[in-house]
Structures are given as C-alpha cells and as structure tokens.
Antibody, heavy 121, light 109 residues
Framework: QVQLLQSGAEVKKPGSSVKVSCKASGGTFNSSVIAWLRQAPGQGLEWMGGIIPFFGITNYAQRFQGRVTLTADESTGTAYMELSSLRSEDTAFYYC??????????????WGQGPLVTVSS | QSVLTQPPSASGTPGQRVTISCSGSRSNIGSNHVHWYQQLPGTAPKLLIYKNNKRASGVPDRFSGSKSGTSASLAISGLRSEDEADYYCAAWDDSLSGLFGGGTKLTVL
C-alpha cells in the first residue's frame, strides 16, 4: 500500500518561500510520478505540476512558472515542492499525489494529507 | 473561474439517483480522459472514477461515469448519507495543463 507522508503546517511571511516535503513508502518511488496540487480553504483543487523522480523531468502549470520548483531525492524517496515570493493568495492546503500515466495527466491514485500553508504578515 | 464547469451544488434524498455534470472544451474533455474525485470534509480527495467510466478500487458500483464529446457526468444511484461530499471532475488540457472543475457540493437531504 502506497503512503505519502507530508511535512507539517507552516506559517510564512509575504515575500518568503516555503518548501513542503512528501515522503513515499510502500511503492516504487523512482518510477512514480509525483504531482503537486493545492486547495485554498473552501475552494477547489488546482494542479501545480509534476515530477518523475528517476529522470528529474518536471512539468509546471503556466501560472506557477518561475515561482515553483519541484525536486526529488531518490535516496530517501522524498519529493519536494518549493514556492517562492509568497503572497496571501497562496494560503492553501498543499497536496502531493501519485500520478498515473506520466507528468501530463490528472489521474491521482494516492494522496498525501495536505498540510496548510498560511501566508500572513 | 474554472475551465471545467460543474454545478456548485446538487442534492437528493436517500435512495435517489443524482447526476453531476462537467463541461469542458475540445482541448480538454474532448480529447482526454475525465477523472472524478470525492472529497469528504477535512480529508484529501479520493479517486472515484478514472478514464471516464472506470471505478477505482473499492468504489461501489452505485457510482458510474460517462463522457460524450466535451462533457462528462458522474452518476450516483441509491444515494446514501455517506455520499455527502464535494465532487470534482478533472481532465488534462492539450495546452499542457491539468484542469479541475470548481467542485459540486452534494447534500443528502
């Protein structure tokens, strides 16, 4: 059974960066595709991008280009999402999820718990 | 505003059949698979239907999906109280982006 365990909730100042981790267990991490999504409180889901850890291939949503960086550490089976230049509108739950079918897809069969990142002065 | 359009709310009584629609365009639903997610309050979304009409593991056959042209639908028959949740459709867009509908809040009366 695949499990994705994410880091905890964070409170950040506007203009700073946040890095959320996602540790995978129970599956083949390196051949997986890990996607990142977010959900503002009370709002819908938003796809941010995905990474294939083995190849380091990434695909980012255009609206986050230049502000989000997806990386992965194969040795620990951990994926990371770093979002910079934070603003209040970035306050959201940030989920990692295992994607089926490559970085160009939205079929996610396993999800992390989605920690809340709060951006506030 | 989401590119995939869903009704914001839907409702039904126990035992009824409810459908939730998802409308897109040729570049997303019209040329790619549609997936559906169920999100119970305070939890992460869960894959419900994948590739238009296939039920994910453990999903009861009360749930079914369909797609025609640039629209898709999720149907829930024999409605139960535990079906009360938010439902999201999702599809890849040929502009190289993942898209979600705005979500439909299902209330079981």
């Amino acid at each position: 059974q695949v499990q994705l365990l994410q880091s905890g909730a964070e409170v950040k100042k506007p203009g700073s960066s946040v890095k959320v981790s996602c540790k995978a267990s129970g599956g083949t991490f390196n051949s997986s595709v890990i996607a990142w999504l977010r959900q503002a409180p009370g709002q819908g889901l938003e796809w941010m991008g995905g990474i294939i850890p083995f190849f380091g291939i990434t695909n980012y949503a255009q609206r986050f280009q230049g502000r989000v960086t997806l990386t992965a550490d194969e040795s620990t089976g951990t994926a990371y999402m770093e979002l910079s230049s934070l603003r209040s509108e970035d306050t959201a739950f940030y989920y990692c999820a295992r994607a089926v079918g490559g970085v160009r897809g939205v079929m996610f069969d396993y999800w992390g718990q989605g920690p809340l990142v709060t951006v506030s002065s | 505003q989401s590119v995939l359009t869903q009704p914001p709310s839907a409702s039904g009584t126990p035992g009824q059949r409810v459908t939730i629609s998802c409308s897109g365009s040729r570049s997303n639903i019209g040329s790619n698979h549609v997936h559906w997610y169920q999100q119970l309050p305070g939890t992460a979304p869960k894959l419900l239907i994948y590739k238009n009409n296939k039920r994910a593991s453990g999903v009861p056959d009360r749930f079914s999906g369909s797609k025609s042209g640039t629209s898709a639908s999720l149907a829930i028959s024999g409605l139960r109280s535990e079906d009360e949740a938010d439902y999201y459709c999702a599809a890849w867009d040929d502009s190289l982006s993942g898209l979600f509908g705005g979500g439909t809040k299902l209330t079981v009366l």
